[in-house]
Structure formats: C-alpha cells, structure tokens
C-alpha cells in the first residue's frame, strides 16, 4: 500500500504530522478524525514507513503483544520510553528489533509515543493508538500499556478458539478430498483391466468412476493448474475488505452459525467499548474507531448512525436500542452502565458473559460439526469403495 503523508491539528491547537500507510487519502483522513485531529491535508509520500523497508518483515501478534507487555513493565520500573525500547532491542527478534528501534527513532526526533505507534498501523491498531495517546496524556501510560496488552491477550486466545473451530472441519473435508484424489488416481487404474472386460454389465457407479479416473489421468496438469488458478483468484478476491465482510454477512445468516456469530460480534464491539472509554478516549471517537472493528456493511452503517445521534445530544444507549448491532440484553447492560455512570465497567462485565456464551456456542458448534464431517468423509471414501468391491463381486458370480 502507498505511503501518506499528512498533516493535521489536534484539539489543544497544536501542528501534528507524520506518514502512514493505507489504501486511499480517504482511509488517512478518517484515521486522523479517529483520533480526535482536524486533517489539513495528506498527499502520496515516498519515504518509507519506519521499521519496514525493503525486506521487512511484520512482527508475529504474540511478539508484539510480549514486547508491549515488557515495555509496560519498563516504564512501570522507572525507565523512560527512550530507555526501555533501547533496552528491548537489544535482545529481541529481528521484526521487534526494527519495531522498537523504528519508535525510539520517531520519539528522539520529537513525536509523541502515540504518533510513533501512528505510523504502524499494520502492526498497532487504531484503538490502541488512541488509548496510548489518551494514556501519555493523563499521566497513565503504564496502566494503558498494561490495559492494551490485557486485552490482546484475550483477543489472541478467542481468535485461537474461533480459528480452531473453522480448522477441524476444513482439514476433515480437505483429507477426504485427498483421499478421493489419491483413489482416483492411484487406486481405480489398477482395476481398470480387470473391469474393462466387462463393458456395458458394470453397474452405473463404477462406471462413474472409471470415466473421472480416467478423465483426471488425462488432464492432471490442467487440473492442478486450474486448482492453484482457482486458489489463487480465491486468496485475491478474499483479501480484499469487501469480500471478506460479504464472505461473513453470508455465513452469519447461515442456521446454526447465526448465534456464535452475533456473539462474536458482540464481544468484539463490547470490549472495545469498554476498553477505550475506561482508557479515557471519548465516546465520538470510541465509535468512530468501533465502526473499523465490525465488518459487515450493515454493522458500520448502524455505528454510523450512532455515531451521529451522539454528536446531536442523544444518549448513546437510546441510539443504540434503535439499531440491530447488539442483541436485547446487551443493550439493557449497557444501558444501566450509562445510567449509573459507570458505563466502561458494565461493559467490562458484558464482555465476559458473551465471552463465555461464545466459547459454549463453538463447543456446541464443534460437536455438530465433527461428527457430520466425519460422516460425509465416511459415506464419500465408502461409497468409493462400495463400487469398487461390487464391481470385483460380479466378476466373480460371472466366472461362476
């Protein structure tokens, strides 16, 4: 993605800039309103972002989270940020290393630990941008460090549990398909002289497989290479955000898939609602950075309104009661932390109670799933071999 450079003023009046990295000016224009800046302007830059480069490589998230847990601990011991980010990269992983030497650069120069983060936001989110900015400004970036680092933490263990719940299944169907390839190919041939004798008497299912047998031995190189075509349009359409909220809009409406879905996003939207306003970041700019934390379209049009109900005077929960982005019970939790003024807290709870109703809902899911997979596995290999042994049984009744 192309290099932006821009400028903007921050609500105090002063003169901010920096380069940062996005797909349109657009998407750097709402990033700089995310944190609360009047955007001046923002052009095409040559100049790379820090800490990437030609050959750079992205830190993995659990190096990013340990390395941000260590920083915490740091600063927390007295050290100041310039101190403690020389002290870890000095014994750290090379994408860390550049990582953190990148930020002591940007900070010695004279920016603010936020607008260092800024400049990475494929490695640092915009929420935690905020929450940061917000920390250095109370006097509390310890606490906020220690903050974004819980709560990475979490997001990486309900990812780890949700991604487990997509693989198990998609590596069943993947070995049945495997096994099939293997049969067809591998298998089927060395039959294929003992059925050809018999011409018109086999039974229509052997016949079957006998002819893709065939059909894949002929044209295997065309096949493979339109599997990898196939795959690799498939990657590219899927990279893109567009197909990927479409891609969840379709399998949240999908029975049975629906209501972990809506809990995932709950939990998502909860959390980074509590997270941000317990962190000191303003509710118009929490729902301006929660409208990049959903995906589906209808999702980010909801915040929107939200979003502008809020800025006219409107209570946030009022607002939201007249959306669909969060089911009943949510609304009425947060409702009663906005009444009691004790909002970030409430919704601290809420996450934990949809936390817990999510990983009941995967296991419920992974315990339908399972068993139907290995049951299409089963009938798929079973049927296969069915017509083949029926196929060698009349070989042997016509030698009778």
């Known amino acids: 993605m192309p290099q932006f450079r821009y400028r903007a003023v921050t609500q105090a009046g002063e003169m901010v800039s920096g380069e940062v990295e996005a797909a349109t000016r657009e998407e750097v224009l709402r990033r700089i309103e995310y944190l609360g800046h009047l955007p001046i302007d923002a052009e095409v830059a040559s100049k790379k972002v820090i800490g990437g480069g030609a050959g750079g490589m992205r830190p993995p998230a659990r190096d990013v989270t340990i390395f941000l847990r260590q920083l915490a601990l740091l600063v927390g011991a007295g050290l100041t940020l310039d101190a403690a980010l020389q002290t870890l990269a000095e014994d750290a992983t090379k994408p860390i290393q550049r990582f953190a030497t990148g930020l002591r650069s940007m900070i010695s120069s004279g920016d603010s630990f936020a607008e260092a983060l800024e400049r990475r936001p494929d490695i640092v989110d ?212 906005e009444e009691t003024g004790d909002l970030p807290a409430i919704a601290a709870h809420a996450t934990q109670f949809y936390e817990q109703r999510l990983g009941a809902g995967l296991d419920r899911l992974m315990g339908a799933i399972g068993p139907a997979a290995i049951i299409v596995v089963s009938i798929l290999v079973g049927a296969l071999v069915v017509s083949i042994m029926s196929a060698l049984l009349s070989i042997t009744d016509l030698a009778k």
Request: with cysteine; net charge positive; aromatic share 8%.
């Open 126 to 337: 915009p929420a935690y941008v905020a929450m940061a900015r917000a920390g250095e400004a109370s006097g509390k970036l310890q606490a906020v460090l220690g903050a974004i680092v819980e709560d990475r933490v979490r997001r990486e263990a309900l990812s780890e549990r949700v991604g487990l719940a997509i693989r198990y299944p998609l590596f069943l169907i993947g070995a049945a398909l495997l096994v099939l390839f293997f049969f067809l190919l591998y298998v089927v041939p060395q039959f294929e002289p003992v059925f050809h004798d018999l011409g018109d008497r086999l039974n229509g299912g052997i016949a079957f497989v006998l002819e893709v047998s065939a059909w894949l031995h002929a044209n295997l190189y065309p096949f493979l290479a339109a599997c990898a075509a196939i795959s690799l349009f498939l990657f590219y359409v899927f990279s893109r955000p567009e197909a990927r909220a479409a891609l969840v809009s379709a399998i949240a409406r999908i029975p049975g898939v629906a209501g972990p879905m809506q809990d995932w996003r709950t939990t998502r939207v909860i959390g980074a609602l509590g997270l941000l306003l317990g962190n000191g970041v303003p509710l118009p700019t929490t729902l301006k950075i929660l409208r990049d934390i959903v995906v589906e379209p209808q999702a980010a049009a909801a915040i929107d309104r939200i979003h502008e109900q809020v800025r006219s005077g409107r209570r946030f929960a009022e607002a939201l009661a007249e959306t669909a982005l969060l089911p009943p019970l949510a609304v009425r939790m947060l409702r009663i932390g």
